[in-house]
């Protein structure tokens, strides 16, 4: 049962909130000593949020598209009644006094917040506790680590997460969920931990297509404090989603610099995935300037995390880790001219793939990561087929259609232009009927 | 007789347009050879201009609110049918394709393109050939000097500029014009020299304030080429500058951390002006973190002109003037960190002045420079009581209201909130008045 079939059943009246949040609270106790997914969780805070809600709806009162659906939030998302840590010592019982703006609007929608799940440092490098549902040696990915394994173990339906680098769309991939980062701008990012406003975006995690649609149709608007949200009409994401497209869709398959290094068995999983789909996929080279928007990346990141963490260095450089301080270092040294030009690349960049896609595409296939997720807890995996598409703020959703040998999920990663969110859905839900069929 | 009187003689049918463009090239003719304020002036091509205003008259079609009136163009704007050098050598006879956003407004408002004016070398500290026109001794300031030279001697009644730190307010005051720097994108810079996109400004030299809101009147508007414009409603600048204040305004009298090295006969210039407006000045201590506003200017203006003007490095490092080569060497090393720091900066400082005004005052005195003109043509003076509000983006305007004891002009430089342009004109008309009765 997905969210948008649980809210559908609330609605009719023959499920309740508290027993969805009890379910949820069931199959949590079994499998968080394993997983380790919550970093904060109050089951009697969060039955109350669901009897609260339940009371309501027998009170008459209208119900939101999201009414009495539990949602984990990532720790580094502020919620007014839960601690938010970011992931570092030095935040250690923080209580922050306002909801972000994602959770505010959760909560006009009717969900729950169920708990809030773990991320790594700062949403940084450094792992947290939390182990890959489907296999506890492996990692669960990062940063959105317990998002990504929460919803990937069915612990709840929908998990919030963040992407900087490629913090949702990698993790996914590893904990056999659906991950979403929308185009940049789209969901506003106040109250949640800043590290680099050119790179910083809110993701979604889910277990499907329409559920995606759902969450973000919520979550997508206007925030004055969040300077690269725009004014705009609320978008139908759900309906456009579910439509037929008019024509069959085109893909265009993209290796990146990086194919060399991925597994073996996931190439031959993608050399598969293109045989199904015949002459609607066809493989383009994008990246004529090798590893530099990779280089671009990594300059405006270490820049402006250099800049925003700035507080935490001061408060207590010695209890962050080693890979966070070594980054805040080489952010310190960055000079104005390379991040001024890395800036200056991006929008012609962008350019360039709009008109891939008015030519000919209708969305990029790609992988999210260089395989399943590794084995080991020591590292979260590479973002580098993730943080591209970042920089770039076009959108990013991965579909767990595909497995490796060792039987742990393979996401197929799927970019669309800039602004059209909608239609990348609508076309993923396509792939998806076409390769399940 | 000012543009707004020119232009209204010529609608009326008692002035050509000839006969006003063959006034100025006279008046240039004998006090070329000593002021040297053109870059380029092609005599037949302004008449040609000219006699094609009047014919367009005479032949019924409608005449734009300039039509006729000869303005004086910066040599960093570009212009389709004259050169566009920017002040250095490596730009000799540069023609460029496009007018600049602005000059495409001139036209269409009617304006006879007179000729180029004189600026330093890329629009920085590096003096051009001009001299004061009051005194040829003296510099005439920078960098829109042929601009101020021009319109101070009376050889056009308006002139563009730019500033991005005091180079309008500053020769504006030297050279005895009204001198008008408007709120941060309120004119287009497309096709004008970039040097700093957060510092870049168009603007004004006139003989009136009217002349000012005229002029402002035709080039305010939106851009999609220049990111800092907004879509913005048509604001009648000529009538709001024109109407008496509702209330005589408060002025409050802020003096910065510069004011000691001002010359002793303008510290006493402005103690008289103090004098004469009474309860209405108040002294205002706003610089409270001392000279850090002028660190964030500079590090803006170096880390950007740096990134700007890299293709000039490539193409000849040699040929540029030690004075920029040094400007630009120390942005290639400033720290992004340091840029992102003054960045951040500006926007909560210029609340703190939103405040100012709304709390009580309707606009800021301040001296434009440390005194008159300084002898010499070695440098062109210091910009320390300009760049700040260069900084903030706040409109300013120089009204050349008295003199020092060398006889030589001394302005009185208004500044106004952020965005209220009009205002501050009808302010600055008030205090004309005031003091001139």
């Given at each position: 049962m997905d969210a948008s079939e649980a809210a559908q059943r609330i609605r009719d009246g023959v499920l309740t909130s508290e027993e969805l949040v009890q379910d949820c609270l069931e199959r949590i106790r079994a499998l968080e000593p394993k997983v380790q997914a919550w970093q904060f969780l109050d089951e009697e805070h969060a039955l109350a949020q669901a009897r609260a809600c339940d009371e309501r709806k027998r009170g008459g009162e209208p119900v939101g598209p999201l009414h009495g659906v539990p949602v984990g939030v990532k720790d580094i998302i502020d919620t007014a009644d839960m601690p938010t840590e970011n992931g570092t010592a030095l935040h250690e019982g923080r209580t922050p006094r306002d909801d972000a703006a994602v959770v505010r609007m959760l909560r006009a929608a009717g969900a729950v917040i169920l708990g809030k799940t773990v991320t790594t440092e700062c949403a940084y490098f450094n792992p947290g506790k939390t182990r890959n549902p489907?296999?506890?040696?492996h990692t669960p990915g990062g940063s959105s680590s317990g998002s990504a394994a929460a919803v990937g173990a069915g612990m709840v339906p929908l998990a919030l997460g963040s992407q900087t680098a490629g913090s949702v769309i990698r993790p996914a991939a590893f904990c056999g969920a659906y991950g979403f980062k929308p185009t940049h701008g789209l969901i506003p990012r106040t109250g949640v931990l800043a590290l680099s406003r050119t790179l910083d975006h809110v993701g979604l995690f889910a277990r499907s297509i329409d559920d995606l649609a759902l969450l973000l149709e919520q979550l997508h608007g206007y925030d004055e404090r969040d300077p690269d949200t725009r004014p705009r009409a609320r978008i139908p994401f759900r309906s456009v989603a579910g439509e037929e497209p008019p024509l069959e869709p085109m893909f265009a398959f993209v290796k990146t610099p990086h194919w060399e290094r991925m597994d073996p068995d996931a190439k031959e999983a993608y050399a598969e995935l293109r045989e199904a789909l015949g002459k609607q996929v066809e493989e383009v080279?994008?990246?004529?300037?090798?590893?530099e928007p990779w280089d671009w990346h990594r300059t405006i990141m270490e820049a402006e995390m250099a800049a925003n963490l700035e507080p935490l260095w001061s408060e207590g450089a010695e209890k962050l880790s080693e890979k966070l301080r070594a980054l805040l270092e080489r952010g310190k040294e960055t000079r104005a001219l390379d991040y001024q030009r890395a800036l200056r690349r991006i929008a012609p960049t962008v350019e360039g793939f709009d008109e891939l896609f008015m030519q000919r595409y209708d969305a990029i296939i790609t992988?999210?990561?260089?395989?399943t997720a590794p084995k080991g807890l020591a590292s979260t995996g590479d973002p580098a087929f993730c943080s591209v598409w970042t920089l770039l703020g076009m959108p990013a959703i991965t579909l767990p259609l595909m497995q490796g040998e060792n039987g742990l999920p393979l996401g197929v990663q799927l970019i669309g232009r800039k602004g059209y969110d909608a239609r990348l859905l609508r076309t993923a839900r396509w792939l998806e009927k076409k390769i399940s069929s």
């Open positions: 489907l296999n506890p040696e080279q994008v990246f004529v300037s090798g590893n992988p999210p990561a260089l395989g």
